[in-house]
């Protein structure tokens, strides 16, 4: 089975088409290279069994949205992981800042900070294997959601595969390995789906494929528990900014039927900020007021027009 390429067009991740794209450089490892001479050893512990952490980051006006936070995550997955990233918090930073700079970038761009265990003696899981420090790349690219696909909404579709629990598989760590939520994802789009909505292993909503998902019932902003969900930085920041604003907010287990009885619906990432839901498993969504009220706050807050 071949997937259609068109379906990157309303995917979660899409962004609108810049050909300056073509000639960014990459940072690896202290240097800077074409993004066709970019490239890692096929004895890399990420490449052999995706062992690593990354973060996305977004550049508006100059500013790097949340650059805190997502660096305080990086550090805490690496912990977790007894991953040496081999750099302060400070030098983190100022890969990811010194990459944008390198490509002359100041706004509408996005950077993904790639950090893997390094390179290995052999193929294996063992990290006692590990032959040098960790690797880390950055690539940053020019990416802005287009305000009309984002208005058009998503379709989700519910997966037969479940988020899984810290003693399986830690959403909360933003590791390389991502093949059960690929998996999901190519579900969704085997459904006519844009994105896969996964329930937690009790049968309750949790998230989406790569990003948070909250829906609008009465009034009221419902979001998952987040004991299954990802660490999302954009979801905190979205439930910070609703409580501030006085919007009732309920953080905890909910069930499809209740979901299907929603008003509104809408999932959260880093690069697309908030992006309204218009279908789930074929039942209809609409943009309402409280999503569009909670976008324009987000807006302001990550310095938008």
């Known amino acids: 089975m071949q997937l259609s390429p068109q379906a990157s067009k309303t995917s979660s991740q899409a962004y ?24 890692v050893s096929v004895f890399d512990a990420g490449y052999v069994c995706g062992d690593g952490v990354w973060e996305g980051v977004r550049l508006v006006k100059g500013r790097v949205i949340s650059f805190d936070e997502h660096i305080d995550r990086l550090i805490e997955g690496a912990r977790s992981i007894a991953m040496d990233l081999g750099k302060t918090r400070e030098e ?12 002359g970038m ?21 990290p006692r294997f590990i032959i040098g420090g960790a690797t880390i790349v950055c690539v940053a690219e020019y990416k802005v959601v287009g305000w009309e696909a984002k208005q058009k909404g998503l379709k989700l579709f519910t997966s037969a595969i479940r988020c899984s629990g810290p003693d399986v598989f830690d959403l909360r760590l933003n590791s390389h390995s991502r093949l059960n939520f690929i998996q999901a994802l190519i579900q969704a789009i085997n459904a006519g789906a844009d994105e896969a909505l996964m ?43 609703a409580r501030e604003a006085g919007m009732p907010v309920h953080e905890g287990d909910f069930t499809l039927a209740e979901m299907y009885n929603a008003e509104e619906a809408f999932i ?9 839901v218009t ?4 039942r209809p969504y609409t943009v309402g ?11 302001d807050y990550a310095g938008q027009d």
Not at 27 to 35: A, K, L, N, S
Not at 106 to 126: F, S
Not at 279 to 282: L, T
Request: charged share 25%; hydrophobic share 35%.
């Open 16 to 39: 609108a088409p810049d050909e300056r794209n073509d000639a960014v450089l990459v940072y690896v490892d202290g240097e800077f290279f074409p993004r066709s001479q970019a490239k």
């Open 92 to 103: 983190l930073k100022a890969v990811i800042t010194d990459t944008f700079e390198k490509n």
């Open 106 to 126: 100041v706004d509408g761009a996005h950077a993904r900070l790639m950090v893997t265990r390094g390179v290995k003696k052999t193929p294996n899981q063992d």
């Open 199 to 241: 329930l937690d292993p009790h049968g309750f909503v949790s998230s989406c494929n790569s990003t948070n998902f909250f829906v609008v019932r009465k009034g009221a902003l419902w979001t998952s528990s987040g004991k299954y969900c990802f660490n999302g930085i954009t979801r905190a920041t979205v439930l910070r900014l």
């Open 268 to 276: 959260t990432g880093t690069l697309g900020g908030i992006t309204p």
């Open 279 to 282: 279908q789930i498993d074929g």
């Open 289 to 299: 007021p409280l999503t569009a009220r909670l976008d324009r706050l987000y807006r």
